[in-house]
C-alpha cells in the first residue's frame, strides 16, 4: 500500500560559523491513514526543520520525502506554490492572520491563487467558517476575536482548499486549556469528517494524548 507520507532516512545540518549543527539525522517514518500524529521533543530537537522539510521549505542534505507517492524533491520550483495551495494547510502558534483584514477576508486570502469567482471564493470561506463553529463572526477583525477564535480562523484558512495535510506548529501554544482542548476536539473531528492528515509539533501533553500517534525527537534523531 501507497503511504500517504513517507519520510525516508532524512538528514539536515546547519553551520553556524565552524560549528556544525545536527538538526535532523536519518529520520524515517511513514504515515498510511489520515491520522493525527504528533511530533514532540524538547527545544531544538528539529521539529520545526521537519515541518520545514515536509512543505518543501528546505530541503533535507540526505534522504527524501515522498507524498501520495510523489518525491518532494522532483517537484519544480515553479510548481511550488501549487503544489503547497493543493496539498498543504498551515496552522501556526500565532496564528499569523493579517490584522487588517476580516475573518472572511483572511480566509479568502488562502483561495486567491485559484481563478474563483468572487462570490464562489466568499461563499467557500464562509463554509470553512461555520465547519469550525466561527460563521457568526466573518467580519470580525483578528484584534476583535479571542485566541481560541482567531486559531479557529487559521484552521479555516488550512483547510478551504480541503488538503491533504494540515502542518501545525504548536497550534496550542497561545491558548488557554479549555481552548486548547476545544481546539482538540475540532482537529479530531475535522480529521474524521474530511480525512485531513494533521502533524503537529507540539510540547502540549494535550496533543500527545490525542494524537493517533506521538513520533518524538532528540537531538535531530526519532527515539
Ligand atoms: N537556520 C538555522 N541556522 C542554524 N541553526 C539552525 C537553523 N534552524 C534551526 N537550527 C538549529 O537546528 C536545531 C533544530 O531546530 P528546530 O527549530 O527544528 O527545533 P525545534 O524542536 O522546533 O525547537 P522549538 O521547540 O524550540 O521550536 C536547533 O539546534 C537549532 O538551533
Redesign the pocket.
Known amino acids: 500500500m501507497t503511504a500517504i507520507l513517507e519520510v525516508n532516512a532524512i538528514s539536515k545540518h546547519?553551520?553556524?560559523g565552524d560549528e556544525r549543527?545536527?538538526?535532523?539525522a536519518d529520520v524515517s517514518f511513514r504515515i498510511e491513514q489520515p491520522t493525527v500524529t504528533a511530533v514532540a521533543?524538547?527545544?531544538?530537537?528539529?521539529?520545526?526543520?521537519?515541518?520545514?522539510m515536509l512543505a518543501r521549505f528546505d530541503q533535507p542534505d540526505s534522504g527524501h520525502i515522498m507524498i501520495d507517492g510523489a518525491r518532494l524533491d522532483s517537484i519544480a520550483e515553479s510548481g511550488l506554490d501549487q503544489f503547497r495551495n493543493r496539498k498543504l494547510g498551515f496552522v501556526f502558534q500565532q496564528f499569523n492572520l493579517v490584522s487588517v483584514l476580516s475573518a472572511v477576508e483572511n480566509v479568502e486570502l488562502a483561495l486567491a491563487p485559484q481563478a474563483l469567482p468572487k462570490q464562489e471564493r466568499r461563499s467557500r470561506a464562509i463554509a470553512a467558517l461555520e465547519m469550525v463553529g466561527i460563521g457568526h463572526r466573518l467580519s470580525h477583525k483578528p484584534t476583535e476575536l479571542s485566541g481560541g477564535q482567531q486559531q479557529r480562523v487559521a484552521i479555516a484558512r488550512a483547510l478551504v482548499n480541503r488538503p491533504r495535510f494540515v502542518i501545525a506548529?504548536?497550534p496550542t501554544g497561545s491558548l488557554d486549556s479549555k481552548t486548547a482542548h476545544e481546539l482538540l476536539d475540532l482537529i479530531g473531528r475535522l480529521n474524521q469528517q474530511m480525512d485531513t492528515t494533521f502533524i503537529i509539533?507540539t510540547?502540549d501533553v494535550k496533543v500527545m494524548q490525542m494524537a493517533h500517534r506521538v513520533i518524538r525527537?532528540e537531538d535531530?534523531r526519532l527515539i
Open positions: 546547519y553551520r553556524r549543527i545536527v538538526a535532523l521533543g524538547p527545544s531544538g530537537s528539529g521539529k520545526s526543520t521537519l515541518l520545514s506548529d504548536e509539533a510540547h525527537l535531530g
